[in-house]
């Protein structure tokens, strides 16, 4: 049993791991397309609508992966978590049906618009199907945030007599003050994962003496677009919203932080190793009463420790969301440096001859990658033993019909498959990114249409 | 309350049939129909735009299944744990064969998506149908109202059956020649020449097939599950359905032989709406039957959500269908008419 728990969380871990490499990029892309498009309209400037036409093109590639690998995720619901969407279809069914009703009917339709139809359209109508596909971009983000949301922080619900959960109030359920907050941070990360790899393949251009004229565009708004994420995703957001996890999570913060011991003028542990068997942190690099003012805006206060709460109710895997949390913020911490300076020396007019900054943006494009995979493995390994926070235990809600030679089989089989599609992936975008911005839409990079009648 | 829940998850399997079934159709028929690379192009172009958008009613189906029927939704997923799995698997290397396939030039890159295509396409429909019958069957439910079932067992309809037995494989047979039928039709209405030629033919020849299936599983559906019969006898009226079934599979051939596709695309698409609408009559108010036990049958009302979820998300489920209908006659009449024939 206790394997069939855990081999089932793999699963769905690794498939959705994998999915949301795409979406990341999708969605921060669609909003910088619009600026993009916006740019270019409004100014009539060609260097910006080509930019546009270009990141179509990697949009469209990672679009489809993202709906590929997604369609699974709302399957793997039932069939590895029979219980748990038993019990909570009624509230968490809305918000995904949701995302299918209102966003990818939408999305799928202006889409097509969107990408093949430049030539028959107005600019400005052809600059409405990029608004579009944004929007619908971000509303899918929404409602699938707003799921999660509920089982974090479950409200407006209540619980019939066979123990279903039946959502009291709608708007309770779209607005959860939780799901807010993530959405921002979700959101202004993905616009990270955006900015950063169009920055960074401008500055692979540049540095490789090619399509000069186009990776300075994409250098600029990547960099301008990332200063502005990477700023906001520290302060507002990511400060509201680990003081409101502090507040209605507190285990998982303790977690986070490596903090076993209740105490005041708790440290924050920048770099170290928890230990969960002696409860220690070993090696600790800290800074005392820091973790203390984050929390409460005061570096004396008391800040509870794990050692408050019952050991069923501590996260399973400690270390783990201990290290994903850190490597979230350190990875953040890093971008939002070499953004600055970027900025700065953008500022100045000496980015593009300053060989050792562009090396930098290069660089830092996996981190986006890392840093948002990271910051979902807190959340969800953090919440645990719950799979809804305070109501429904993880051991509760995994398919009990399904055995693990089964899990297995199937957990083998995506692997195998998703890594077939890597190397494919891999290629195209590979393959685009040789072709250059400045190649014609030509009749091996565009996809089938047909005439309008 | 959970009936007009029942009607609206059949829509949007019947939507998602008739339309992504299409599609499924020419990916089947895309190596047999498309002998050369220019031709290929040509059928992928005239479901290029659409595809996509057709795929979103199996999330969206999905989806409400998940709301309104929590308990078949957990209970039929695991059930089918492994069916669903390679129907995953078949969904994503089909949406990858026909967006990889064109963008690269290269001889050995096209051939490999073309038939995985067509693989894939091929595999999706012969699912869909022994889902179909599995869920006609029954399943052996135990008190809890879940189950498990093996890929197969001894290929027999008993009391421990498998996805795959003589009767479910004749669905999937049904399902295969119904839908290479409905994209066969799909493309003789998007092609002309020597191609809409060459699809009507096939369309045709694919119309004997689905007749000789479809009566043997109908047959056998009312051999094996006699008591599949009783709302039919107790409301006569329903007679009406299995008896569209008929007229609007005549009706495809005739309209075939007369040349007039959209006629035939639309009384194609009537009779594959007609053979689910007469399944769901037949099953009402059961959802998943037991192949055991008749108690522990699934039914729209022990399978329902609670009533208050089923209220609220009536409140925006409609309005947000009728915008989501409203985009696809957009997009329908956007790309009608013939798709060109070659690409410059």
Same mark, same amino acid.
């Given at each position: 049993?206790?394997?069939?728990?855990i081999?089932s969380?793999?699963?769905?871990?690794?498939?959705?791991?994998?999915?949301?490499?795409?979406p990341?990029?999708?969605?921060?892309?669609?909003?910088?397309?619009?600026?993009?498009?916006?740019?270019?309209v409004?100014?009539?400037?060609?260097?910006?609508n080509?930019?546009?036409r270009?990141?179509?093109r990697?949009?469209?590639?990672?679009?489809?992966?993202?709906?590929?690998?997604g369609?699974?995720?709302?399957?793997q619901?039932?069939?590895?978590w029979?219980?748990f969407?038993?019990?909570?279809?009624?509230?968490?069914?809305?918000p995904?049906?949701?995302?299918?009703?209102?966003?990818?009917?939408?999305?799928s339709?202006?889409?097509?618009?969107?990408?093949?139809?430049e030539?028959?359209?107005?600019?400005?109508?052809?600059?409405?199907?990029?608004?579009?596909v944004?929007?619908?971009?971000?509303?899918?983000?929404?409602?699938?945030?707003?799921?999660?949301?509920w089982?974090?922080?479950?409200?407006?619900?209540s619980i019939?007599?066979?123990?279903?959960?039946?959502?009291?109030?709608?708007?309770?359920?779209?607005?959860?003050?939780?799901?807010?907050?993530?959405?921002?941070?979700?959101?202004?990360?993905?616009?990270?994962?955006?900015?950063?790899v169009?920055?960074?393949?401008g500055?692979?251009?540049?540095l490789?003496?090619?399509?000069?004229?186009?990776?300075?565009?994409?250098?600029?708004?990547?960099?301008?677009?990332?200063?502005?994420?990477?700023l906001?995703?520290v302060?507002p957001?990511?400060?509201?919203?680990?003081?409101?996890?502090?507040?209605?999570?507190?285990?998982?913060?303790?977690?986070?932080?490596?903090?076993f011991?209740?105490?005041k003028?708790?440290?924050?542990?920048?770099?170290?190793?928890?230990?969960?068997?002696h409860?220690?942190?070993?090696?600790?690099?800290a800074?005392?009463?820091?973790l203390?003012?984050?929390?409460y805006?005061?570096?004396?206060?008391?800040v509870?420790?794990?050692?408050?709460?019952?050991?069923?109710?501590?996260?399973?895997n400690?270390?783990?969301?201990f290290?994903?949390?850190?490597?979230?913020?350190?990875?953040?911490?890093?971008?939002?440096?070499?953004?600055?300076?970027?900025?700065?020396?953008?500022?100045?007019?000496?980015?593009f001859?300053?060989?050792?900054?562009?090396w930098?943006?290069?660089?830092?494009?996996?981190?986006?990658?890392?840093?948002?995979?990271?910051?979902?493995?807190?959340?969800e390994?953090?919440?645990?033993?719950?799979?809804?926070?305070?109501?429904?235990?993880?051991?509760e809600?995994?398919s009990?019909?399904?055995?693990?030679?089964?899990t297995?089989?199937?957990?083998?089989?995506?692997?195998?498959l998703?890594?077939l599609?890597?190397?494919?992936?891999?290629?195209l975008?590979?393959?685009?990114?040789?072709?250059?911005?400045?190649?014609?839409?030509?009749?091996?990079?565009?996809?089938?249409?047909?005439?309008?009648? | 309350?959970?009936?007009?829940?029942?009607?609206?998850?059949?829509?949007?399997?019947?939507?998602?049939?008739?339309?992504?079934?299409?599609?499924?159709?020419?990916?089947?028929?895309?190596?047999?129909?498309?002998?050369?690379?220019?031709?290929?192009?040509?059928?992928?172009?005239?479901?290029g735009?659409?595809?996509?958008?057709?795929e979103?009613?199996?999330?969206?189906?999905?989806?409400?299944?998940?709301?309104?029927?929590p308990?078949?939704?957990?209970?039929?997923?695991?059930?089918?744990?492994?069916?669903?799995?390679v129907?995953?698997?078949?969904?994503?290397? #089909? &949406? @990858?064969?026909?967006?990889?396939?064109?963008?690269?030039?290269s001889s050995v +890159? %096209? /051939? *490999?998506?073309?038939? $995985?295509?067509s693989?894939?396409?091929?595999?999706?429909?012969?699912?869909?149908?022994?889902?179909?019958?599995?869920v006609? #069957? &029954? @399943?052996?439910?135990?008190s809890?109202?879940?189950?498990?079932?093996?890929? +197969? %067992? /001894? *290929?027999?309809?008993? $009391?421990?059956?498998?996805?795959?037995?003589?009767?479910?494989?004749i669905?999937?047979?049904?399902?295969?020649?119904?839908?290479?039928?409905?994209?066969?039709?799909?493309?003789?209405?998007?092609?002309?020449?020597?191609m809409?030629?060459?699809?009507?033919? $096939?369309?045709?020849?694919?119309?004997?097939?689905?007749?000789?299936?479809?009566?043997?599983?109908?047959?056998?559906?009312?051999?094996?599950?006699?008591?599949?019969?009783?709302?039919?006898?107790?409301?006569?009226?329903?007679?009406?359905?299995?008896?569209?079934?008929?007229?609007?599979?005549?009706?495809?051939?005739?309209?075939?032989?007369?040349?007039k596709?959209?006629?035939?695309?639309?009384?194609?698409?009537?009779?594959?709406v007609?053979?689910?609408?007469?399944?769901?009559?037949?099953?009402?108010?059961?959802?998943?039957?037991?192949s055991?036990?008749?108690?522990y049958?699934?039914?729209?009302?022990?399978a329902?959500?609670?009533?208050?979820?089923l209220?609220?998300?009536l409140?925006?489920?409609?309005?947000?269908?009728?915008?989501?209908?409203?985009?696809?006659?957009?997009?329908?009449?956007?790309?009608?008419g013939?798709?060109?024939?070659y690409?410059?």
């Amino acid at each position: 049993m206790e394997h069939q728990i855990i081999l089932s969380r793999i699963h769905f871990a690794f498939t959705i791991m994998f999915h949301y490499i795409f979406p990341q990029l999708t969605m921060g892309l669609a909003l910088l397309i619009v600026v993009l498009k916006t740019v270019g309209v409004t100014r009539d400037d060609q260097r910006y609508n080509r930019a546009a036409r270009f990141w179509a093109r990697i949009f469209a590639v990672n679009f489809v992966m993202g709906v590929v690998t997604g369609i699974p995720m709302e399957f793997q619901f039932g069939t590895n978590w029979a219980r748990f969407s038993h019990l909570t279809g009624g509230i968490l069914g809305q918000p995904v049906t949701m995302e299918g009703v209102f966003s990818f009917f939408m999305e799928s339709a202006f889409l097509g618009l969107f990408l093949f139809g430049e030539q028959r359209m107005t600019k400005w109508q052809h600059w409405g199907t990029s608004v579009a596909v944004f929007i619908g971009s971000w509303l899918s983000g929404y409602f699938i945030i707003m799921a999660d949301a509920w089982m974090q922080h479950p409200v407006a619900y209540s619980i019939t007599a066979d123990g279903q959960f039946s959502p009291t109030s709608f708007w309770g359920l779209l607005l959860n003050h939780w799901g807010l907050l993530e959405y921002m941070h979700t959101m202004s990360g993905a616009v990270i994962t955006g900015s950063v790899v169009m920055a960074g393949l401008g500055a692979f251009y540049i540095l490789s003496d090619k399509h000069q004229e186009a990776a300075r565009v994409f250098v600029h708004v990547g960099v301008i677009a990332g200063l502005i994420a990477t700023l906001f995703q520290v302060f507002p957001s990511g400060d509201a919203q680990g003081r409101y996890v502090a507040q209605h999570q507190p285990p998982t913060v303790a977690a986070m932080e490596g903090l076993f011991q209740t105490q005041k003028g708790a440290p924050m542990v920048v770099i170290g190793q928890p230990n969960p068997e002696h409860l220690t942190i070993q090696n600790p690099i800290a800074f005392k009463g820091v973790l203390s003012f984050l929390v409460y805006g005061n570096f004396s206060a008391a800040v509870k420790g794990l050692d408050a709460y019952p050991r069923s109710d501590w996260p399973d895997n400690i270390p783990l969301v201990f290290f994903s949390y850190h490597i979230m913020v350190g990875l953040g911490t890093i971008m939002m440096g070499v953004m600055l300076l970027s900025a700065f020396l953008l500022w100045k007019q000496r980015l593009f001859d300053c060989r050792w900054a562009l090396w930098l943006l290069l660089l830092c494009v996996p981190f986006p990658y890392i840093a948002n995979t990271a910051g979902w493995v807190t959340a969800e390994t953090g919440r645990q033993p719950w799979i809804v926070y305070g109501l429904m235990r993880t051991s509760e809600g995994y398919s009990t019909m399904v055995s693990t030679g089964d899990t297995w089989f199937t957990l083998l089989g995506f692997m195998g498959l998703y890594g077939l599609l890597s190397i494919l992936f891999l290629f195209l975008v590979q393959e685009i990114i040789r072709q250059g911005p400045e190649a014609p839409a030509s009749a091996a990079t565009v996809a089938p249409v047909s005439s309008p009648g | 309350m959970p009936t007009v829940w029942f009607i609206l998850v059949g829509f949007m399997i019947a939507a998602y049939v008739v339309l992504d079934g299409f599609d499924i159709g020419v990916g089947i028929l895309h190596i047999v129909l498309g002998h050369t690379d220019i031709e290929r192009r040509m059928l992928l172009r005239a479901i290029g735009p659409l595809w996509d958008g057709n795929e979103v009613w199996i999330i969206a189906g999905g989806g409400t299944l998940f709301l309104a029927f929590p308990l078949l939704y957990a209970s039929s997923f695991s059930g089918f744990y492994m069916p669903l799995m390679v129907l995953l698997w078949l969904l994503v290397g #089909r &949406g @990858v064969s026909v967006a990889f396939r064109t963008h690269i030039n290269s001889s050995v +890159w %096209t /051939n *490999f998506f073309d038939v $995985a295509f067509s693989l894939s396409s091929a595999g999706l429909a012969a699912f869909y149908g022994a889902a179909f019958a599995n869920v006609l #069957r &029954g @399943v052996p439910l135990n008190s809890q109202h879940f189950f498990f079932e093996p890929l +197969w %067992t /001894n *290929f027999m309809p008993g $009391a421990h059956p498998g996805i795959l037995d003589w009767f479910t494989v004749i669905a999937a047979g049904v399902a295969l020649v119904a839908l290479s039928m409905h994209g066969a039709i799909f493309v003789a209405l998007k092609t002309s020449g020597t191609m809409q030629v060459r699809a009507r033919n $096939a369309a045709m020849l694919l119309w004997g097939a689905v007749v000789f299936l479809a009566a043997s599983e109908i047959l056998a559906t009312v051999l094996i599950r006699p008591m599949l019969k009783t709302n039919y006898l107790t409301h006569p009226g329903w007679f009406a359905v299995p008896s569209g079934v008929g007229v609007t599979l005549l009706l495809v051939l005739y309209f075939l032989a007369a040349g007039k596709d959209r006629a035939a695309l639309y009384t194609s698409a009537a009779f594959l709406v007609l053979m689910i609408a007469g399944a769901a009559i037949a099953l009402y108010p059961a959802v998943l039957p037991s192949s055991g036990n008749p108690q522990y049958s699934l039914t729209i009302y022990n399978a329902q959500a609670s009533p208050a979820s089923l209220r609220l998300a009536l409140y925006w489920w409609l309005p947000g269908m009728a915008v989501a209908i409203a985009y696809f006659v957009f997009i329908y009449r956007m790309f009608r008419g013939k798709s060109a024939v070659y690409l410059p």
